[in-house]
């Protein structure tokens, strides 16, 4: 594999879609695509063949887009144009091919409002230190799914990398944190050594951890995450987290944790206020090099309020309509856009096997064991807590969830029945399922 970054996501994006086609499709159609550049909102490819594109972008452009959503993990236009346009498009944009995606979230383009501006400021003064300070360290950044979190957390990244070139900066996030762990325990059991790999993650100069909140209840990876944190503050190195919502409220996050997230810095994030929104609108149609008149944008602004990723959403439709029809569009336009996007933007229902997967990781079992007959204690308990989290986070019959175990809905029923009963004697436990809960709501808003 190429060591150029795009050529890189390519070829993962590339093996994603082989998972769906055949190879001689793939040989057929998709072979000679070449990855020109990515931005925020688009992935640009080209061919020399005017045939074989049309047959790309007429079959293959949603399959293409579930493909970068799958390895970016964020929704983005596909666009092939000729080989003999690349220049010319590449001249045209701001943004390097050789970026990856994170690259470009900077302190320049992060919009500052009433909402935001602590974490903006503590970010930034982070980001300019080279010796941690005390003051800021660690900085904990909670908020709602959409509000700018990680925006902050790659900005730092970006802004350190440039600035101290020889720092040793990580940035990962609390999902992948957990699953690599995991993954070098097993092969540990192999005796293939790699938690020493793992814990190298002990010798950055600067942390930065994303969605924290989902090594709640997860007693080893807490534990590994509380032996990394002090390892990292001894040698007074600067860590960032952030979290869905105040350490307080994660029922099932370790004390130890908790009490070292709270000597830190507290910087909360909400929902952007309509000026801030505007500011967002403006400065996306900047990126995206369109003009929005001002009724427009307020319009925008008035009816999108959740979160900063529908905004994005609305102004990539209104460059393609503006690149299309080649004219501002009406407020009738954009009234239809914005209903699409608001429908769009709601999360798909939660899939029983990330239900399996996050209960799995929390009861340190295997999702194998969960689906099997086997009877111990512990599986049991994971089982039935499972199947009880499936059937009050989605409309799935006990049937239905049955089949998901290889039971029969009269076992589902009598689990469910039974976790229901014991979680009212068990307080811990019902903190517990809650925050799975939480945590699997949250992935679920992040990801789609």
């Known amino acids: ?26 040989n057929c159609f998709l072979k000679d695509l070449k990855p020109v550049f990515f ?22 452009t949603e399959l293409f887009k579930k493909c970068i959503k799958t390895v970016l993990g964020v929704d983005m236009d596909f666009r092939v144009i000729m080989r003999d346009e690349e220049k010319e498009i590449l001249d045209a944009e701001q943004f390097s091919a050789g970026l990856s995606f994170e690259d470009f979230f900077t302190f320049d383009n992060f919009i500052v409002g009433s909402t935001n501006r602590f974490a903006h400021a503590a970010s930034l003064a982070v980001a300019e230190s080279e010796i941690p300070q005390p003051a800021y360290n660690p900085l904990v950044i909670y908020g709602p799914s959409g509000v700018g979190k990680t925006h ?52 950055v100069d600067v942390l930065l951890i994303d969605d924290i909140h989902f090594i709640a209840g997860k007693e080893q990876t807490q534990e590994e995450f509380f032996n990394t944190f002090n390892a990292l503050q001894q040698q007074n190195k600067q860590i960032v987290v952030t979290l869905d919502r105040p350490p307080r409220e994660i029922k099932t996050l370790d004390d130890r ?8 810095l507290f910087a909360d994030i909400s929902l952007p206020d309509f000026e801030t929104r505007v500011g967002i609108i403006n400065k996306k149609a900047e990126q995206f090099n369109i003009s929005l008149d001002e009724n427009i944008v307020f ?77 111990t204690a512990s599986l049991a308990l994971a089982r039935q807590v499972a199947m009880y989290i499936a059937r009050e986070m989605t409309d799935l019959s006990y049937k239905q969830i049955g089949e998901s175990f290889g039971k029969d809905h009269t076992t589902v029923l009598h689990n469910v029945n039974k976790i229901e009963n014991f979680l009212k004697d068990k307080p811990y436990q019902k903190e517990l ?8 709501r949250a992935f679920n808003q992040t990801n789609y």
Request: aromatic share 6%.
């Open 1 to 26: 594999m190429s060591s150029n970054p795009l050529n890189e996501i390519w070829a993962a994006i590339c093996d994603e879609c082989k998972k769906t086609i055949s190879e001689v499709a793939f």
């Open 433 to 440: 399922v809650d925050d799975i809960i939480k945590n699997l």
């Open 299 to 375: 319009y925008i602004a008035e009816h999108l309020k959740s979160n900063t990723r529908q905004i994005e959403g609305v102004v990539k439709k209104l460059q393609a309509y503006i690149s299309i029809q080649g004219r501002t569009p009406s407020i009738s336009v954009v009234q239809t856009i914005v209903r699409d996007i608001i429908t769009d933007d709601t999360p798909e229902p939660i899939k029983i096997e990330n239900i399996i997967n996050e209960v799995a990781k929390t009861y340190n079992v295997s999702v194998s064991d969960i689906l099997s007959n086997r009877r």
């Open 152 to 203: 902050l957390m790659l900005a730092i990244k970006n802004h350190m990398r440039f600035k101290y070139p020889r720092k040793n900066i990580k940035f990962i996030r609390g999902e992948d944190f957990t699953n690599q762990l995991i993954a070098a325990l097993q092969q540990g059991k192999l005796g293939l050594g790699t938690m020493d790999d793992f814990r190298n993650i002990r010798n």
């Open 257 to 264: 944790i908790r009490s070292r997230l709270e000597g830190g």
């Open 39 to 60: 931005n925020d909102s688009e992935f640009t490819v080209s061919l020399n063949d005017e045939y074989k594109r049309g047959i790309v972008e007429q079959t293959y």
